[in-house]
């Protein structure tokens, strides 16, 4: 059984980063990832024509400051998301009418967002009232006109990849408060998708997996059980198991769930594992030989 200082559970950038901040601390370290590869929820294939695309997060915007000075110190090369011409817009009624419309709901969102404590947004005395609704609830008493209410639910189900009735309304503002506005999760320039990264986003977790080393990065190593004992942790997957000192548990909750905790897990924690759900989407590509688009004076983009 390899023991180290600290074993690290999932190789997705939350637990690479966490276990390089370990070995920086003069620690051993150990990572213990499922899948094959490195990444976790990035994931970039290259195309028979040398296309590189992302089947999961691909963009960055200028105010997720620690990616990007990640990728600046990795030397990680980003380029900027193409942005020249028009959005194709299929909204029912009055476009115009729409737009200003949703640029009102997002100054009422902005508003109450800027209520919450940024570390601990649960103690707002607003919190439980806003936990109790939905956000479609919430849309509904705002929104009369059909065609902003599509748009809106829309910009949700794009933004949390559930529909607007799936989200608490203070899960949207929290989401909000971090970034700053709707406007940094929704725009392009100086918004979250204003860059991409040149080989993928997949990349940032590989240096970061190459610099820690192959003897420490472990794949094809589903955790199943974690065993806490008075001084130490078994961390047991399907090739091996670790004892460490620490265990970082860095995977999404839907899949932290299935591993067995000994002791159980609080009550409390054990709860919110079984009621958190993660999201659904669908990421199509489509390649083509040249942007035909952009000699209509159009930016790729569809609404």
């Not at 380029?79 to 640029?103: H, K, S």
């Not at 949390?160 to 506005?181: C, K, M, N, P, Q």
């Not at 489509?286 to 159009?298: I, K, M, N, T």
């Amino acid at each position: 059984m390899a023991r180290v200082d600290v074993a690290v559970v999932g190789a997705g950038l939350a637990g690479l980063s966490a276990a390089r901040r370990v070995l920086r601390a003069g620690l051993s370290v150990s990572v213990l990832e499922a899948r094959e590869r490195v990444g976790g929820r990035t994931w970039s294939r290259t195309l028979a024509d040398g296309t590189v695309v992302d089947l999961g997060g691909q963009w960055i915007g200028p105010m997720q400051e620690r990616v990007v000075a990640l990728a600046r110190e990795l030397e990680v090369d980003i380029f900027p998301t193409y942005n020249q011409g028009e959005t194709l817009r299929f909204i029912p009624g009055d476009p115009q009418v729409v737009l200003v419309e949703l640029v009102e709901l997002f100054a009422k969102l902005d508003t109450l967002a800027a209520e919450l404590p940024v570390e601990e947004p649960w103690t707002s005395p607003r919190a439980r009232d806003w936990d109790s609704q939905t956000f479609q609830t919430w849309l509904r008493a705002q929104v009369d006109n059909p065609a902003t209410m599509t748009l809106a639910r829309l910009v949700a189900t794009a933004l949390f990849t559930v529909e607007a009735d799936e989200l608490s309304l203070l899960h949207v503002l929290i989401y909000i408060r971090s970034a700053g506005s709707i406007g940094n999760l929704t725009n392009v320039v100086g918004g979250a998708q204003e860059f991409r990264f040149v080989k993928g986003a997949q990349e940032l977790s590989q240096r970061l997996a190459a610099q820690l080393g192959s003897d420490r990065v472990r794949l094809g190593c589903p955790v199943r059980r974690i065993t806490q004992a008075a001084s130490s942790v078994t961390v047991e997957s399907d090739n091996g198991s670790v004892e460490a000192r620490y265990v970082i548990v860095a995977v999404p909750t839907s899949l932290s769930d299935r591993i067995v905790h000994t002791p159980p897990l609080p009550g409390s924690r054990a709860h919110m594992h079984q009621r958190l759900a993660p999201g659904e989407v669908i990421k199509i590509h489509f390649v083509y030989e040249r942007p035909f688009w952009r000699q209509r004076g159009l930016n790729g983009r569809v609404r």
